[in-house]
Antibody, heavy 131, light 109 residues
Framework: QVQLVESGGDLVKPGGSLRLSCAAS????????MSWVRQAPGKGLEWISY????????YYADSVKGRFTISRDNAKNSLFLQMNSLRVEDTAVYYC????????????????????????WGKGTTVTVSS | SSELAQDPTMSVALGQTVRITCQGD??????ATWYQQKPGQAPVLIIY???HRPSGIPARFSGSSSGTTASLTITGAQAEDEGDYYC????????????FGGGTKLTVL
């Protein structure tokens, strides 16, 4: 079955760095785009980064752009998140997720709609940034 | 602040119907996706595309949309439906980043 397992979370001081990993199994990893999503304590979900299946298209949320770098190794079925210049507000549970993009035609509305979802999630890894 | 707006809290009596809404301009182009999250657990996909449910998601969950508002309806709410519900779509303001609603905490009374 599809499985995503995050690792690398730790306690780190402000300004420090950390590298998160996500090991994928049970599916053809190289066929899927992937994302990282985080959740600060007591807060909602925040998408932070996306990488296409081949690694050529990458997006970041403004909150992490310039500090975090997403990458993947399709040969090792692994997704990574390099986190630099960490801030207290980066404290969160970090999830990796498998992305699905598509579209359909709504014949009732005579309109094409797009859809996007994350159909598989890991259990998350905890990053705590504190002095 | 989220580009998708949700009511922060809602409640429903056991066995009754509740509609959780999500409002945002991106929903004119993207159908909303809905996730359920329970404390200490990862989110679970419950609705995607035009009212599609992944296998294992009960039929009491359904999705609909009109204009810039998407709705998740739970028909005959059960105690195990208590949790947080998030809507999401891609941003349509010139980039393809992902936006989440702020979440709705549902209490089943």
């Amino acid at each position: 079955q599809v499985q995503l397992v995050e690792s690398g979370g730790d306690l780190v001081k402000p300004g420090g760095s950390l590298r998160l990993s996500c090991a994928a199994s049970g599916f053809a990893f190289s066929d899927y785009s992937m994302s990282w999503v985080r959740q600060a304590p007591g807060k909602g979900l925040e998408w932070i980064s996306y990488i296409s299946n081949g690694g050529y298209t990458i997006y970041y949320a403004d909150s992490v752009k310039g500090r975090f770098t997403i990458s993947r190794d399709n040969a090792k079925n692994s997704l990574f998140l390099q986190m630099n210049s960490l801030r207290v507000e980066d404290t969160a549970v970090y999830y990796c997720a498998r992305d699905i993009d598509g579209q359909y035609y709504d014949s009732g509305l005579y309109q094409v709609f797009y859809y996007y979802y994350m159909d598989a999630w890991g259990k998350g890894t905890t990053v705590t940034v504190s002095s | 602040s989220s580009e998708l707006a949700q009511d922060p809290t809602m409640s429903v009596a056991l066995g009754q119907t509740v509609r959780i809404t999500c409002q945002g301009d991106s929903l004119r182009t993207y159908s909303a996706t809905w996730y359920q999250q329970k404390p200490g657990q990862a989110p679970v996909l419950i609705i995607y595309g035009k009212d599609h449910r992944p296998s294992g998601i009960p039929a009491r969950f359904s999705g609909s949309s009109s204009g810039t508002t998407a709705s998740l309806t739970i028909t005959g709410a059960q105690a195990e439906d208590e949790g947080d519900y998030y809507c999401t779509s891609r941003d349509t303001r010139g980039n393809l980043r992902v936006v989440f609603g702020g979440g709705t905490k549902l209490t089943v009374l």
